[in-house]
């Protein structure tokens, strides 16, 4: 329905209103804006209101088996892939997409072509790329072998349609690639001593995630933005020259055919040993005794289930050692880390073991079960990545920085590998969440032996007055490269902590988190997904946090005006000078030094950006202070206090 314009005049003639137009600045200002919903929380058959997976959501399933050949002289992988697709949607098929995103290490790719000329993280070489062949897409006995690579993606054409609910397509094809060596920091090849590393990582043609929100995810595969990917049964192999040592994602299948008896019997003490166990000393590295032949190669097996990725390394320079991991119901899995003699020390890698099983334990334990058996780091090129199981971190880091990034790069296991939400896109969703949880882990670390000062939520207010911020909800391949560490990680990560230890308090928060964590284990939300989730368990409207911190740029001020004394007490003033409410703690101080909290929930500020609260009190109030524990990252500090302190 609409008004016209005649309508609109006779009824401010009605109602007495003149003409003078200025009578509109006299309404009431509400802040109905402020707390009004996100506009896209309604929920279908596919995802409830509640932010739960709908009656009738569905996901599509990729089972990979790939046999593939290392060439340690020419730097190549070649492979042979079969995927196994089901298609779950209510809709026939009649192509889907994979993703190549070796076809990034080209000179023409749009990755190399959109990097900046002084470069950054996401260098890669130039002169690799996907060869594919003998390319055949089968559904029942029809074939078909049409096929269209444009950039990073390539689709795939049906002879004839892939049936909906439950249709099952097999794609098969060999690839060839020489193996970068600048990977993007997320894969690569690093010499050492004793040999190259080889961190191998977006190793073989993927499909792309097909949902109900876009359809086919077909962003390319530029830069900053990470993987989209299904969910699905993995059994792959990967032969290499018979010196080198192979981890994987997943379970080696074959630990007779590939690994000494020593190894073997090295193994199964780590398997019931808390403290760290060599599986190949420094000494043994390069040795003959090391391995189980003397010539030609070796084909390492390994098997993951409902997996969304896998990854592995290979080099005859790695020391390998491991220890067990404790997990909830009695459960094992196995620590393993694999480095050069360049970085052990019990000040670098030597702690690796140590640190990767602490950090699956703690999250093991407080948020939802390690699922794997295996949780490997891998000392490479890489700064520091995440792949199901597995982690590539820099061969360089030591000490507390070590610390940090295994624990990051392992926590990635619960966001997105265990909630495989769209990092592409979202990347709050993995990094944010993640780093949020990694604060949790750090403090409990070792009694506290590194320290986090997340919870300091002021230290990123340079960020968030940067006229140049943007805002969390800016994609990776847009935001600029020196903003990401704060819409990606840090003001997420912040957003969580301010959510749980300042609006809602831990026992809702963690009630609604764990929640999440379960309700979307192993499938795809989306943003709105997690709004609707966190707000039904908890039961809080929050759609004011989530504009205000996840959707917007504005930021928090809130001021303490004035305290008058009246009978009975105080009339303490407070404001909202900052773009979104805040529920407003404040500290009340006595003559008797005795101090008072009081706790204003956010719907003060529906009505307006001021208010007013009588404090019931029979002594004499000297200050009243916002946030004493500076908790809320308000951005002038100025008039949190009243008086004003005199300086
Ligand atoms: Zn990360």
New binding site residues.
């Given amino acids: 329905m609409k008004y016209g314009m005649n309508v609109l005049l006779t009824l401010f003639i009605v109602m007495g209103i003149t003409q003078d137009m200025s009578a509109q600045k006299d309404t009431t200002k509400d802040n109905q804006s402020l707390f009004d919903d996100l506009m896209y929380r309604q929920g279908s058959a596919y995802r409830t209101a509640d932010g739960k997976p709908g009656p009738e959501y569905w996901q599509n399933k990729a089972d990979y088996k790939i046999k593939a050949e290392l060439n340690d002289q020419e730097n190549t992988l070649t492979g042979k892939l079969t995927l196994t697709y089901t298609n779950n949607s209510p809709e026939k098929l009649d192509f889907i997409w994979l993703y190549l995103e070796q076809n990034r290490f080209m000179e023409n790719s749009r990755g190399t072509l959109t990097t900046p000329v002084q470069g950054n993280r996401y260098n890669g070489d130039v002169d690799g790329g996907y060869t594919i062949s003998n390319l055949e897409a089968k559904v029942g006995r029809k074939e078909s072998d049409k096929h269209i690579i444009s950039d990073t993606r390539m689709q795939v054409f049906f002879a004839e349609p892939l049936e909906a609910n439950g249709g099952e397509a097999e794609i098969t094809m060999d690839f060839e690639y020489k193996i970068p060596e600048e990977g993007m920091d997320r894969m690569g090849r690093l010499k050492v001593n004793d040999g190259t590393i080889y961190a191998m990582a977006q190793w073989y043609p993927r499909v792309a995630v097909f949902d109900d929100v876009v359809g086919w995810n077909t962003e390319p595969y530029l830069g900053a933005g990470e993987f989209y990917l299904e969910y699905g049964d993995f059994d792959y192999e990967v032969t290499v020259p018979y010196d080198h040592i192979v981890v994987g994602s997943g379970v080696l299948e074959n630990a007779r055919e590939v690994l000494t008896a020593t190894q073997r019997e090295r193994m199964e003490n780590a398997a019931k040993s808390d403290s760290t166990v060599f599986i190949i000393t420094p000494e043994e590295v390069g040795q003959a005794a090391s391995r189980p032949t003397s010539s030609g190669k070796l084909t390492w097996h390994f098997k993951m289930k409902n997996t969304r990725d896998v990854a592995f390394a290979s080099s005859k320079a790695f020391i390998w050692d491991a220890a067990r991991i404790n997990l909830p119901d009695g459960k094992k899995a196995l620590s393993q880390s694999v480095y050069p003699k360049e970085s052990a020390g019990d000040e670098a890698w030597s702690r690796s073991t140590e640190y990767t099983k602490a950090a699956i334990e703690f999250y093991s334990k407080t948020y939802y079960p390690f699922p794997y058996a295996n949780a490997i780091n891998v000392a490479a090129n890489v700064n ?1 990545m ?1 792949y199901p199981g597995m982690s590539f971190c820099s061969w360089k880091s030591n000490g507390e920085s070590l610390w940090g990034v295994t624990d ?2 392992f926590g ?1 296991n619960w966001f997105p590998m265990i909630v495989g939400s769209n990092e592409r896109r979202y990347p709050w969703m993995d ?1 944010g969440f ?1 780093t949020f949880i990694n604060h949790y882990s750090t403090l409990a670390f070792n009694n506290g032996e590194f320290g986090s000062t997340l919870n300091e939520t002021r230290r990123i207010n340079n960020y968030l007055t940067n006229p140049e911020r943007e805002g969390i909800n800016t994609y990776p391949d847009i935001v600029n490269t020196r903003n990401l560490g704060y819409t990606a990680y840090y003001k997420p990560a912040t957003g969580l902590i301010l959510l749980r230890e300042y609006i809602i308090g831990p026992e809702r928060f963690d009630n609604a988190f764990k929640s999440y964590i379960k309700t979307w284990a192993f499938k795809h939300p989306q943003p709105s997904d997690f709004f609707n989730h966190i707000e039904n368990v908890a039961g809080e409207n929050l759609s004011w946090f989530w504009k205000g911190w996840f959707y917007g740029t504005g930021n928090i001020d809130i001021s303490v005006d004035d305290f008058k004394a009246v009978q009975g007490g105080y009339l303490i003033a407070v404001s909202n000078k900052g773009d979104f409410p805040m529920p407003v703690k404040l500290q009340v101080t006595y003559t008797d030094e005795s101090t008072e909290e009081v706790d204003l929930p956010v719907e003060i500020w529906e009505r307006g950006d001021s208010w007013t609260h009588l404090l019931r009190t029979d002594k004499t109030v000297t200050k009243v202070e916002f946030d004493p524990k500076k908790q809320v990252p308000d951005v002038n500090s100025g008039n949190d206090v009243f008086p004003n302190s005199p300086y």
């Fill in positions: 520091g995440e990051h790069e990635h990094e993640n």
